[in-house]
């Protein structure tokens, strides 16, 4: 099948999960797929459990085989301002060696790299001799709001000896990365409030300002240097291991490289053992994402704002728990709250962190899978994969640890000039097509 | 001419002065004033020196008199968001004894009672013995932006003994305050930024994050308990005088009517020898009057936001400088920005603060005026007026001080319920009726 042909026709669906109007394109996607189960006689049907519905499909399931449980996501982000985009962007095109269109890397071409590996394999007339089962959700952009009730509810028929997932990042097409961790995300929103309404400033002096109340709420959060100061924040967090810090050593990336990408005047490293790099792997993070309060037009207007406003999230490392941390969190913002403000706290869905540490791996069939796909990864790509963990956060892989019981296999065929959730996504052909290859050759020696 | 009739004329008047498209209310309003003023057989003219044009008018000018200088402005609030007026803020409307409308009492309520005591005086056939000269602006809302620039080119045409403003707070119409003293303001709006783009947090842990830096400026500038933390800040404040603090015991009004009046949870004093009441009157102020950065948006994204930007402004008080303020504020914040972060600072039209020592005026056309005034407020309004600072800022005041060299008597017609800026601006009928009175009794006896 030309892949091309099957993103061009998996993109063209709008499958923006957050966007209610999309609700045809959703469908759209969850029949495409489902067409191309069913086209390799594989069953397959949507399944909700309230949100969006997931594709869930598998093969025939044979006793005393490995079961694999492939999981992808159809849901893609708003495509936003489409002024910033070079062309149509649920339009796949091809410019430079590159797929363009939204969902082209995030995470539509990584599933098909996978998807049209097992149809290359069964059309070739071959057979996979492990068992396959097929976990395609809708809601991975709006944080797998029902995977957990999904997971829960399909517990028995989702059993399998681990997953492989295929929406992470590696640095390019001779550098893959096997991810071996991911951290978790504990999110909230505050508010504080001095007043019933804005106050002419005329009054000023004593009167409380909701954003100098803000201001220093959220300036104690951290120590000079950038340490998260909340008490008992680090408490549960473990250094890396030895094994951690040698394959970090192996990516052919610097700090300046990430400093130059990003156009960071300075990075603020809060542990010196650490570098940019390793902080971003080793260490959680307290972060603000938004804040606004009072006047926001042109000029000046001379209100003191009765009400201001920030969202903050946490990335959490392994063995870190998200629940404690919302308790530590909530604690420290309320001790931190001026008498002379009300506050209040909103959490938002939380995740756990997830963790393998491959020196210890127990599950013989990952283990073993591991193995191949070193060889495979080398064969295909040139060089062995390189374990590192990632700064970011995928729910639904903790999740299937926490409620089935699995690991994930996380291969990443994104690379950072993807540039996933923003304007002109693409996905590098070269790095699909091997990848595409690298799956057929991985499914068909699974044993 | 009845009050009603000619203020409903002028609201009708939509002199928006921020709102381009509201060039023809602009004009409206001065044709309104000058129409009147020739009704009068009182010469009048537009007259812009770029701006938005000055209503000009003078009596004739006869030697050996006081020449008074009557100061008003034509410009209004924009009337922002019109669900929340019960009636159209261009439409007079009479309601339980008030006037509402957008300008009822800021300040076409305020100058009107004046123009028409004048025309009462002139209609009735009596001669007013002091040389008038009129100065209805139309940018006061908009900072007086080239009122300098008119000042200074119609310095000699505006020669006066002093200017007469009624565009002040009165505590109700039974408790006439005579304004002695105004704040100062500076504004800036600045913005930090720490990489050329969001980026998202799952690179986070060592990233600037221009949220976290603004906090902690803005933060700074602050000690605890709420004085401000710029060195050098205070060292031009000088105490307040002995009758200052005599005329605040006059005041029938505690910090406990201010905090209900706010919906305040706590006040916070910075200096525990004033009150909530005296802070507003004698201390500087440093306010945070909005804030913006990051994501905006409902529920979480999870990015780390380059650039955040804050508004700030302080309130001066006598014996500060606008211009050494600026410059402290401005070392102190470059001083306090983390080094990973590139920070601007830009400046608004600062003015500066105002203030009469009203046991030591020198001018002999003031003192006897004061000393009018105290009596015909005690016949009009059943009690002498009380002397007070007032915690807001009028920009004309200090310019007039400055590049005419002359004083402002500052009347107050409006009372805090009048909700002035806000929806459903009014103004109290007894209370315009009774200043009318007031000052055509005013104005007939100054010799």
Redesign the interface.
Known sequence: MDMKKFLADYIACKSVSSDRSCAAGMADARRHLVKFFKSLSIDAREISVGGHAVVFAKTEQKPNRPTILVYGHYDVQPADDLELWDSDPFTLVERGGRLYGRGASDNKGGHSAMLLAIGDTLAAGEKIFANLKFVIEGEEEIGSCSMPRFLREMRDELGADFAIVADTWSLDEKNIVITTGL?G?V?C?ISV?????D???????????A??A???I???L?ANG?AINIPGFYDAVTPPEEWELLQMKRLPMSDAD?QKL?????????DARFS?LE??RF???L??????????GD???????HV?S??I?C?LVPNQDAESVKCLLQKTLVDRC?????LSVKF?QASAPYWIDVERIKNPAFVKIMKLVDSEIEDVFGNGPIYLR????IGIVPMMKSILGIDSLLIGLSTADDNI?GPNESISLPMVEKGRKFFRSLFSKIR
Chains 1, 2 share one sequence.
Request: glycine fraction near 18%; charged fraction near 15%.
């Open positions: 951290r995300l999110g929103e409030r001095g007043c019933s309404s106050i002419h400033s005329g009054y000023g002096g004593c009167i409380p300002n954003i100098g803000l201001a220093d959220c300036s104690s951290h950038g990430m990003f156009g960071i005047k300075q990075f603020q490293l809060p940019a902080t971003m260490l959680p993070t972060e603000f994402n938004g804040i606004c309060g009072g006047f926001q000029g000046i207007k001379t209100i003191i704002p201001a920030a969202k999230t990335r001026p008498k002379e403000m009300l938002e990632d700064g970011g956060s959730h």
